[in-house]
């Protein structure tokens, strides 16, 4: 590479200033069809029903109505998607023969406007027989629990016991063993732009062609293909400019692609589906709410020996890919960025009736480390450790990296105690310590807490099929899963003037200015000077199953492909100047936007200059070399490998590290937590522009405290569903944000041309723990342990009125 | 999320409105500033034959102090208020309430005579009402009607108006000189409802207190004068014992209801950590 002048600065983001004044391009902007129609999707009041029938008549009787499918059209014309366990669950893109949650699709009508559909959808009659309903994953299991699906005969989509090293062992050698049960809420992203897809048929080519917000993965194309029954290269995905936020929501919007595209294939005309704010709480896409039994042994000097996790991920109504990623989307750091080696972890994936579950930032990460700090400290607490010391002690340290983990992880670089060490001397941690025991001392509830991760990037698909069996994946049958690959163009047209070209679906995390930086740096441009066209189309673009933007690829997977493409064609510009100079190759260099001699003595051709003579004058290229200027390359990680025997999957590619430290305190008589100070370092490899990595950081830590304090996506024990607006699921704002004070380590990743890891999903992961630990601190003195959120002021005051009581009465007796 | 079909009216005088409102046999909502009534039409849950719009009624919008009290046009934003110095003189605590109303945006076209109309008993400007005993100006076919905040609120998002009639003023007494007032709030985010607030208003003479009025928002159907802890007060003075005793005396004044953000326990203990957090600062602001 030249020298970096571009990467590693705040370079302002391009996209803002259309995004700004109200030019993006979003899917709900995007005409591509003239003639549009709407559609307005009728979902399921009830949690749990036979369909017995529908009445379309009045719906089709009301003027401007188009036409409408049920779920029959669906039944007959569509196959299931698949589904990432053997279980035999037939999830199909609308409910056919019964509904499992509320808000479930049923049908869709289609109109000349979206006004009309929604009075026509509000005119469909479905005749429904309710059926007994259950929404607890633990009492899900219970044998007298209605059953969801009843070719599979019980609600657990799948149970997987995974063993590593020796963990019974560990457990009789422990001098102290801890166990805890937590409990981990379901909530999702909401971002700012719902889902949206128009779907065009056209039945003389006999292509379908759909507009959507789709973010990936691609493999996502080949599925929804096979359940509308067409050939893959008779599916056509495209993807608008600009995508208004996601956060792994978006990935789960393919079986919207696949109704809507029926709908349009169906009705013969083109139609628009843009999900409404209601829709998008009742039915879009969440995390699992979780029942998590942990179990810890240790030494008594804080040495952890070994875990145990026994987790109930709930998946609502069906298991939707790709789920059970819940489960076990973490593999390979499973351990977080402990050295202990043995492990088991039983994990049951659970069907209730709720709505569907998903990837969402974090991916069950939030959940692991909410179990794993909490438990940590737990073990400080038994033992009289300061909870860093008994983190300290636990570490990996510098020297093990690559690290490989007893799940199969390879961690790739880091220095976790100096990032430790930062955020305990950030958050002037000591002194933290002594301000909370003068206040203690007066009866305040000041709490200190800690959270490390290890913060995964980039995943490897493989680790999916973590969720069957090693038997069924021996089979010859079976077809091995393994990978991370994204793809970059860079082109040089005649005047010299550089575009670049991906796939990569970005939703807000200005890929285009990132792509312009590292173009600038490698070509001896300025940003500015580089044109970024970042638009998926299936057709055109090149991709593979694993691409898209989620688990915080682009910062090593998009960023490599360009970095690489630059390469490619550095190389031919060199070789193409050495033949016009009659110099050897090795002579020369591509330094400063030009092929130079090494010596720096003699000519130079300059990007334009070459540019000119290449697309002007081919006779003057080099015997075999191709005209025009452009390089393509497909970064793929090679560590990316399919699971093992022994269960053991690298389930990420690159992995970043963060240490938090949080300050809070409790108001004995509301309840209300206020954050007193938040430190957050993050070691994610080099930063290609430090401000867009703290707007993820910032993003993320928000992310976390609303699943912490505030959101949760509630159901009663009817099943019904009490969070539908924004009155009810609460996100944190501006006003809710604490000051974060934020640093970065270094620890290049030696996987990445650039060195650089993911860092998109960051303290969304850690926000949970943290905080939870401060809390817990915050109480101690009641005895309280958070094991639950979010924590309401209202059940948190709870807590600690009964606390109060039991501590009066205990006093009382003594 | 798109409403059903309605009738819409956009007079430009109050008596076309009421004209308007009246064609409808109750069939037909008033929209003001539209914070609330719109997302209940775009939910569908209020399906209205016909709404009649307010926001061209120029003759709606106006401050004016007159016999005592200080007069507010239906149709004046909170944004107006917030920043009126008429009523930061003579109401300070409506001032203050002001600043508890949704977020900017929502101020600048929400009204005080929507809010008060809609009578959501988690709204500040309900328990003003009540903890000032103001009144309201409704006008019918009949006429106009002069409604007192006690006789105003009925149950959740239910007023007296009749299904005819519009609420044209709000009529709030002007607030003594050296008064002590203030609003305390609890919500889990900044600009939400409130969970429990309590308005609380003090006239002191040396330790005595010769008025006490204290009104909730959010503890139970519709805002509750706590007139029991106020007599307290206009009993025992202003003494910490008496504010202590006052507190207690709200958490068994209110009958709160639970929903998903807050228990009905919570509730009533907030009535009673906010009823001291409430007295004690409008002591402290109160001369005498």
Known sequence: MSEARWIGKSVKRVEDARLLTGRGTYIDDHPPVANVCHAAIVRSPLPHAAIRGYDLSAALALEGVVGAITGADVARHTKPFSVGVTAPIHYYCAATDRVRFVGEPVAVVVAKNRYVAEDAADLVRVDYGPLPVVVDPERALDTTAPVLHEAVGSNLAGNRRLVYGEPDRAFREADVVLTERFSFPKYGSTPIETYGVIARWDPIDGVCTVWSNFMGPFIMHPLTARVLGLAENKLRFIVPTDIGGSFGIKSSIYPYIALIALAAMRLSVPVKWIEDRREHLLASSSGTDRVAYRELAARKDGTILGMRFKWLDNVGGYIRSPEPGCSFRPTGNFVGPYRFQHLEVDASVVMTNKSLTGPNRGYACGHLYFETEGMMDRLADRLGLDPAEVRRKNLVQPDQFPYRTPSGGLYDSGDYPAVLERALQLARYDELRREQAKARATGRYVGIGLALAVDPSVSNMGYVATALDPQFRAKPEYLPKSGAVDAATIKIDPLGRVIAILGTTPQGQGHQTVVSQIVADELGLAPQDVTVVDEMDTFTRVWSISSGTYSSRFGSVGTSAVALAARKLKAKLVEYGAHLMELPVASLEFRDGAVRPRSGKGPSYSIKDLAGRAHWNTESLPEGMEPALQATAVFGFTVAKAVDAQDRVNSSNTYGFIAEVMAVEVDPETAAIQILRYVTVHDAGTIINPMIAEGQIYGGALHGLGGALYEELAYDEHGQFLTGTFMDYLVPTASEAPQIDIAHIVSPSPLTPLGSKGLGESSSMTVPAVIANAVSDALAPLGIWINELPMTPSKLWTAMARACRSHAKSEGQR | ?288
């Not at chain 2, 409704?138 to 005819?164: C, E, H, M, S």
């Open chain 2, 1 to 288: 999320m798109k409403p059903p079909k309605f009738e819409y009216h956009a007079p430009t005088t109050l008596d076309e409105a009421v004209a308007a409102l009246g064609r409808y046999g109750g069939d037909a909502k008033v929209l003001a500033g539209g914070q609330s009534l719109m997302p209940l039409l775009n939910f569908r849950l209020a399906r209205p034959a016909a709404l009649v719009d307010l926001n061209r009624v120029a003759s709606l919008a106006y401050i004016r102090e007159q016999d005592g009290q200080v007069r507010f046009g239906a149709m004046t934003r909170q944004r107006t208020i917030e920043f009126s110095p008429v009523v930061a003189q003579h109401l300070p605590l409506l001032k203050e309430a002001t600043r508890w109303v949704g977020h900017l945006p929502i101020r600048t076209r929400g009204t005080i005579g929507g809010s008060i109309a809609h009578a959501d008993p988690s709204a500040e400007y309900p328990a003003v009402l009540a903890a000032l005993e103001g009144e309201v100006v409704a006008r019918g076919a009949k006429g106009d009607r002069v409604i007192r905040a006690a006789d105003l609120f009925q149950t959740y998002l239910t007023t007296n108006l009749a299904p005819d009639e519009i609420l044209t003023e709000v009529r709030l007494p002007a607030m003594p000189a050296g008064v002590g007032y203030a609003l305390e709030e609890f919500a889990r985010r900044h600009g939400d409802f409130a969970i429990v607030g309590i308005a609380a208003m003090v006239v002191r003479e040396g330790q005595r207190c010769t008025m006490a009025r204290l009104a909730t928002a959010g503890a139970g159907p519709v805002p509750v004068r706590l007139r029991a802890a106020e007599e307290i007060l206009e009993r025992d003075g202003l003494g910490e014992a008496a504010i202590d005793a006052a507190a207690r005396k709200a958490t068994e004044l209110v009958d709160p209801d639970a929903d998903i953000h807050a228990s009905a326990d919570y509730r009533r203990h907030l009535a009673g950590v906010l009823t001291k957090r409430a007295l004690t600062r409008a002591i402290g602001v109160a001369r005498g």
